[in-house]
């Protein structure tokens, strides 16, 4: 098994920054892809960036490309969400996700990731 805790969260006013963190604990892979997705209320959870399991690869979503910039310390199993010039529309629910089969570089799906954090809630406002 494995646990993510996710933390960073809060409120923030346009164009500050944030840094989220998830921190892995239990049978973790460091071999294996991490993402981080988000869920506004009323939406469906999104992609918003990926890493490789030795942080080489990453991917974002168009949204935030730019902006956040995805990071991971194997180390520490702990893996970082910077967040520049944030907007009202990032305001959501983040979560971690760490995948727990081998593939290539990361996925933006889902269903490719076996475990989840709880989430920290992230707002914006105008």
């Known amino acids: 098994q494995v646990q993510l805790v996710e933390s960073g969260g809060g409120l923030v006013q346009a164009g500050d920054s944030l840094r989220l963190s998830c921190a892995a604990s239990?049978?973790?892979?460091?071999?294996?892809?991490m993402a981080w997705f988000r869920q506004a209320p009323g939406k469906e959870r999104e992609f918003v960036a990926a890493?490789?399991?030795?942080?080489?690869?990453?991917g974002y979503a168009e949204s935030v490309k730019g902006r956040f910039t995805i990071s991971r310390d194997n180390a520490k199993n702990t893996m970082y969400l910077q967040m520049n010039s944030l907007k009202p529309e990032d305001t959501a629910v983040y979560y971690c996700?760490?995948?727990?089969?081998?593939?290539?570089?990361?996925?933006?799906?889902?269903?490719?990731?076996?475990?989840w954090g709880q989430g920290t809630q992230v707002t914006v406002s105008s």
């Open positions: 996700a760490q995948a727990q089969r081998w593939i290539l570089y990361y996925s933006i799906n889902r269903s490719d990731y076996e475990y």
């Open positions: 239990g049978r973790t892979y460091s071999n294996y892809p």
């Open positions: 890493i490789s399991g030795n942080g080489v690869r990453t």
